[in-house]
């Protein structure tokens, strides 16, 4: 179902959570679940792993994880304000202390001129460092933008465990 590559960084991430005692949350959009399904794939994840919410609409990143409404309106969906606010409402709504998000363009509708199919941006809050996001322009068909999302995520996830032991 995850390529080796994905499986590999599940279980470095998975390594580095026991380690530092982190539990981790997603909230994703354009992924659908993806992550969560990846960091539930290996078995123990239960030790690190608290839970995952999909918010795909702008309803639902409101509803459940208290992304203001005005902020969508004025940065969009797809923005580096709304991810750290998705990373934030994530960690307010768990009892997680590690939040990875992601919000993007998947494809192959959707693109528009000022944020084309591929664009993606991946929001990380915790409680030992500041917010990080980092914006990307994945090449490929909605699958690999959803591959290529999944795998930078839980990348993101491993830098910032790694961050906040130096």
Request: aromatic content about 6%; some cysteine.
């Amino acid at each position: 179902m995850f390529s080796s590559d994905s499986l590999a960084l599940v279980n470095a991430l998975a390594a580095r959570a026991l380690h530092s005692q982190r539990v981790v949350v997603t909230a994703e959009s354009c992924t659908g679940g993806l992550i969560a399904a990846a960091c539930t794939e290996v078995s123990g994840s239960s030790a690190w792993f608290d839970r995952g919410f999909v918010t795909y609409s702008n309803e639902a990143k409101q509803q459940m994880l208290g992304v203001p409404s005005e902020l969508i309106a004025r940065t969009g969906a797809v923005s580096e304000e709304t991810v750290i606010a998705m990373a934030n409402g994530a960690l307010s709504a768990s009892a997680a202390n590690i939040a990875v998000s992601v919000s993007g363009v998947a494809g192959p509708t959707g693109g528009s001129v000022e944020k084309p199919v591929g664009t993606v941006w991946i929001g990380c809050a915790g409680d030992r460092f500041e917010n990080v996001a980092q914006h990307f322009l994945f090449a490929g068909d909605r699958q690999s933008v959803r591959q290529q999302t999944l795998d930078c995520a839980l990348q993101l996830l491993i830098t910032c465990i790694e961050s906040e032991s130096v």
